[in-house]
Structure formats: structure tokens, C-alpha cells
């Protein structure tokens, strides 16, 4: 179990690309999971020290406040609201911006992760973006009419609980699912459980991360070696970390549904950064 006020603290960034406050949850070199906030007029561009560009994919997901997220290669750029996450694949540029009067909270699943050379590492050695750009003028002169051709050109595309592909834990939709990510190394759920949800222990295969978003949870781990391991119960913030071959059962006890995010990790041994 992870409260959010014991996870480890880093500030990243620069006076060219702006500054980011992280709260790490978990980094491995499987998954890379952290919060992060944006304060109300923040933002994180990019610098020479600090290229916003990594190897591995990463999901963005908004747990409060409102975002525009850009990729200043191409002027690509969408506003976030909370409850909605950004998929960003792979050797895409990316900037982020909070003009609003609240905070935005983001919780961030990067996988293969930083311990794999996936991210600093990686984005110092791409070439420099040459010009940010903050209006995308491939469809000028062409609006409404290039809409769905904009939308099949997107590399930065929003997901929602609605958006996702559905679907049930086990058979009961009182612990409905929504996977918004599934590349070959990060999987990215969004879940909701509901008062009164009884299901089986099922097997973690991938190394994972659950962030509680909202309610509370109860988390029972039972191991094929010590058999019943422990039950821990989370509040809104607090995340758990589920290794492979551990078995997991969420259960509900209040009268409002527990809502969570769950990001999972896969990344072969031998694996390297695209050059």
C-alpha cells in the first residue's frame, strides 16, 4: 500500500520549460507511476535540458481541474476536463498547459518506463524541435469539412470512461472496467466498483498500479505461498502496488461506488529505446 502523503517527492523541470511538482508512486522497470499537479496558471513546455519526447508510452489521466494538452510539433490540441485521460505513444512531442483558477492533478502511467532509458535519457537524444507551433494549420481553410480526417490524424487522443471498451471484472456490472490504453507494453483501466460488489480473487499477470480516485476501496491479497497476505482499505489519493502472481479482490462498503485507476506494465527483457 502507497498513502499519498509517503510517496516520494521530485520537482522537474527549468525556467524555459517551466516547473512540475511529482509525488513518484512507483517506478520500476516495468511501470513508471507518479502524480503530478500543474497550480493554476502553470504549464510545462520543453528545453534543451528538459525535451518533452520519451520512448515509452504514457497515459495522462486527469484526476481534477481542466488542461490543454498540445503537441507543439504539429499544433495539435485539446482541452482535458477531469476524468479523461491523453494517450501519448511513443517519440510524440508533448506540452501542457493550466490556465484555469484550479489545480490540475495528473496521474501518470509511463511504460517501458525511465528505468529503461525511456524517458531523460531518450529525449536528449532526439533532434530539437525547431518551432513550437499552437495552432494546427494543416486544416485552415478546411473547417468543419476536415474534421474527421483531423481526427484520424491525431496522436494525442482523449479517452474517457465512455470512450474506453467496456467491460466486467468477472460477470457482475457492479465492477464495471474501461481499458483506455492497450499498447503492447502499458495497459491503462478505468474501473468503478459498487456498493455491495462481492467477486473471486483474480490472478495479476502484469505488474500493476491501482490509484484510488474517488470513494473508498478495499483491497484483499492472497498469495499461493502465504495464502490470505493482507486487506488493506484506500482512501481517495492512495494507490496500491500488485506485483505478478499475487491474487486481488476489490470490495465496497459504503453506499456511494469506489472509482479507480489501474495501469499495468509488460516490457521484455533485452528491450531498448527506438533509436
Given at each position: 500500500?502507497i498513502?499519498?502523503?509517503?510517496?516520494?517527492?521530485?520537482?522537474?523541470g527549468?525556467?524555459v520549460?517551466?516547473?512540475?511538482?511529482?509525488r513518484?508512486?512507483?517506478?520500476?522497470?516495468?511501470?513508471?507511476?507518479?502524480?503530478y499537479?500543474l497550480?493554476?496558471?502553470?504549464e510545462?513546455?520543453?528545453?534543451?535540458v528538459?525535451?518533452?519526447?520519451?520512448?515509452?508510452?504514457?497515459?495522462?489521466f486527469?484526476?481534477?481541474?481542466?488542461?490543454?494538452?498540445?503537441?507543439?510539433?504539429?499544433?495539435?490540441?485539446?482541452?482535458?476536463?477531469?476524468?479523461?485521460?491523453?494517450?501519448?505513444?511513443?517519440?510524440t512531442?508533448?506540452n501542457?498547459?493550466n490556465p484555469?483558477?484550479?489545480?490540475?492533478r495528473?496521474?501518470?502511467f509511463?511504460?517501458?518506463?525511465?528505468?529503461?532509458?525511456a524517458?531523460?535519457?531518450?529525449?536528449r537524444?532526439q533532434a530539437?524541435?525547431?518551432?513550437?507551433?499552437?495552432?494546427?494549420?494543416?486544416?485552415?481553410?478546411?473547417?468543419p469539412?476536415?474534421?474527421?480526417?483531423?481526427k484520424?490524424?491525431?496522436?494525442?487522443?482523449?479517452?474517457?470512461?465512455d470512450t474506453g471498451l467496456?467491460?466486467?471484472?468477472?460477470?457482475?456490472?457492479?465492477?464495471?472496467r474501461?481499458?483506455?490504453?492497450?499498447?503492447?507494453?502499458?495497459?491503462?483501466?478505468l474501473?468503478?466498483?459498487h456498493?455491495?460488489?462481492?467477486?473471486?480473487?483474480?490472478?495479476?499477470?502484469?505488474?500493476?498500479?491501482?490509484?484510488?480516485?474517488?470513494?473508498?476501496?478495499?483491497?484483499d491479497?492472497?498469495?499461493?505461498?502465504?495464502g490470505?497476505?493482507?486487506?488493506t482499505?484506500?482512501?481517495?489519493?492512495?494507490?496500491?502496488?500488485?506485483?505478478?502472481?499475487?491474487?486481488?479482490?476489490?470490495?465496497?462498503?459504503?453506499?456511494t461506488?469506489a472509482?479507480?485507476?489501474?495501469?499495468s506494465?509488460?516490457v521484455?527483457?533485452g528491450?531498448?529505446?527506438?533509436?
Open positions: 500500500m498513502r499519498r502523503e509517503d510517496v516520494a517527492h521530485h520537482v522537474w527549468d525556467t520549460a517551466g516547473f512540475v511538482t511529482d513518484v508512486i512507483s517506478s520500476t522497470d516495468q511501470l513508471h507511476v507518479l502524480e499537479e497550480p493554476p496558471r502553470g510545462f513546455r520543453h528545453s534543451d528538459n525535451p518533452t519526447i520519451f520512448g515509452g508510452d504514457v497515459l495522462y486527469l484526476a481534477e481541474g481542466r488542461m490543454i494538452i498540445a503537441d507543439p510539433s504539429t499544433g495539435e490540441m485539446h482541452l482535458m476536463k477531469a476524468g479523461e485521460g491523453v494517450v501519448i505513444p511513443a517519440t512531442w508533448h501542457a498547459f484555469y483558477s484550479e489545480v490540475a495528473v496521474i501518470e509511463f511504460s517501458p518506463p525511465p528505468a529503461r532509458g524517458a531523460s535519457d531518450f529525449a537524444r530539437p524541435l525547431e518551432a513550437a507551433h499552437y495552432v494546427d494549420e494543416r486544416w485552415s481553410g478546411r473547417w469539412a476536415a474534421f474527421h480526417e483531423a484520424q490524424a491525431r496522436r494525442l487522443p482523449i479517452m474517457s470512461f467496456l467491460s466486467f471484472r468477472d460477470a457482475a456490472p457492479t465492477h464495471l474501461s481499458t483506455v490504453v492497450d499498447t503492447d507494453y502499458l495497459t491503462v483501466m474501473g468503478e466498483v456498493p455491495g460488489h462481492v467477486e473471486d480473487f483474480a490472478s495479476v499477470t502484469s505488474e500493476s498500479v491501482l490509484v484510488l480516485i474517488e470513494g473508498e476501496l478495499w483491497v491479497v492472497w498469495t499461493e505461498d502465504d490470505y497476505a493482507s486487506t482499505v484506500l482512501q481517495e489519493g492512495d494507490a496500491m502496488f500488485l506485483p505478478i502472481g499475487v491474487f486481488e479482490r476489490l470490495l465496497v462498503r459504503r453506499h461506488p472509482r479507480y485507476v489501474l495501469g506494465g509488460s521484455p527483457e528491450w531498448t529505446p527506438p533509436a
